[in-house]
């Protein structure tokens, strides 16, 4: 694995370029606050310097159209509980960084997710209190508030805002199926989606947002947990639709697939890409690159190559697959 890859880095695509700050440098774990942006038009990169922020682990990031923001994380070296976190914004067309009002400590710990609403930054983080903490930053007031909590989850997963709501699928609590909830920020209230069928739960899934419909794909609970299992859920509806069996041959989870795969949706096709992860250290097998269209409900395999690091949501962009490595940005060169 090159040296260029980063851990747990804020990943964003800004619409023309693939964003990575933060994270963990490949090999020693290290945190950073610096990074850089890919241009795939133009196969080049522009460093990003470090920003006026503490290091942390797993901060999170979002991109506002014109300026990468980044906030807190939980602090190095000290328990959640205390410790300095920071936020800042980076402007990517003067390369220069402005401070932000600061997270209040309830935000500090490891980020669940974090969206942009167009007016302000929402951010799920674990660690500080029993259930995670929500909070909010107002772009235009350079101020932070405390939101309602979302139910007990676990500690991992991610964040999508609808345009009106915001939905936050996790891990499940104590090694249960994994758990959807979403937020209506008119009522400052959490309420859980629906559940799928209690004979194929999901577990160790990726969510995506289409921009219509949240897709959940990831390993059935049940007593075979080497199948796949995938549901569909649109906002107002009552019930999960489920997927059609994707065309990859069953493997044992802990061998890395399914279930730890990159996933991600390409709006310029329409579809939903799946790239199983490297399934070892060392090794050249290839795993199948998978895209699945949920207006025909089809899966098509249209490569197999060297499985990508563990990321539960792909970034995609220009039709390419990105990851966070440095000396080589793009893991799949067409998603279809």
Known sequence: MASGYRGNAV?????????????????????????????????????????????????????????????GGRPLG???????????????????WRELAAPPPEARGSTIGAAWTG?????????????????????????WRALASPAEAGSSGQLHWTGDQLILWTTGPNGGPDVGQRYDPQADQWTPLPSSTPEAEPWHASSIWTGDELV?????????????????????????IRMSPAPIDPVNWGEWTPG????????ETGL????????????????PVLTYNP????????????????????????GQVFVPNKAAPVGLASTG
């Open 260 to 267: 730890s795969q990159t996933v991600g949706f390409d709006p």
């Open 119 to 143: 007016t302000e930054m929402l951010v799920v983080t674990d660690g500080v209190k029993p259930e995670h903490a929500f909070h909010s930053y107002d772009a235009a007031n350079d101020a």
């Open 78 to 96: 000290v328990d959640n509980s205390s410790g300095d976190v920071g936020a800042a914004g980076y402007d990517p067309s003067t390369e220069s």
């Open 216 to 240: 959940v794909w990831g390993i059935n609970i049940g007593p075979d947990q080497t199948v796949t299992v995938g549901y569909r859920w649109t906002p107002g509806d009552d019930e999960w």
């Open 295 to 318: 207006k025909t409900d089809r899966w098509e395999q249209i490569s197999a190559q060297k499985g990508l690091r563990h990321q539960s949501s792909g970034v995609i962009g220009a």
């Open 272 to 287: 939903v890409v799946v790239v199983s992860v490297d399934p070892g250290v060392g090794t050249d097998t290839k795993r």
């Open 11 to 71: 990943e964003l695509w800004t619409g023309n370029e693939y964003l990575v700050w933060g994270g963990q440098i490949d090999g020693d774990g290290s945190e950073q606050v610096d990074g850089w942006m890919y241009d795939p038009a133009e196969k080049s990169t522009t460093d990003i310097p470090a920003g006026p922020i503490s290091l942390s682990d797993r901060p999170a990031g979002v991109w506002t159209g014109d300026e990468l923001m980044v906030a």
